[in-house]
């Protein structure tokens, strides 16, 4: 497996609660370990979330609009996201304007 190297800033404070998190429980072996789990758990929790399955499909509808995609590509991509929503259809729309509100929040951030 290549690995890559991240380098994160944590408040000292943070820092000092891992440090002790760490040493009193001998849980992890240090904090690359530790800070890896961390971030594969949530990576698990956030994929597992209808707002997210929603932001993937907002930003893939938009990235679609920029470039020219088939759109047999387009429907087998969309097809793939729908398996993850949610059943809940007001769930699934609340979502989505979630999703549209804060793309339209950042697109004017950034303009």
Do not use: C, W
């Amino acid at each position: 497996m290549k690995y890559a190297n991240v380098s994160v800033k944590f408040p000292r404070e943070l820092d000092d609660e891992l440090e002790r998190f760490l040493a009193e429980t001998g849980i992890y072996t240090n904090k690359s370990e530790f800070i890896k789990e961390a971030v594969r758990s949530h990576l698990q929790q956030l994929n597992d979330q209808t707002g997210i399955a929603a932001l993937r499909l907002e930003q893939m509808l938009a990235q679609a609009e920029q470039r020219s995609e088939s759109d047999e590509e387009l429907h087998a991509r969309l097809e793939d996201l729908r398996a993850e929503v949610d059943a809940d259809p007001e769930a699934v729309a609340a979502a989505v304007e979630a999703a549209r509100e804060e793309t339209a929040e950042r697109t004017f951030e950034q303009s």
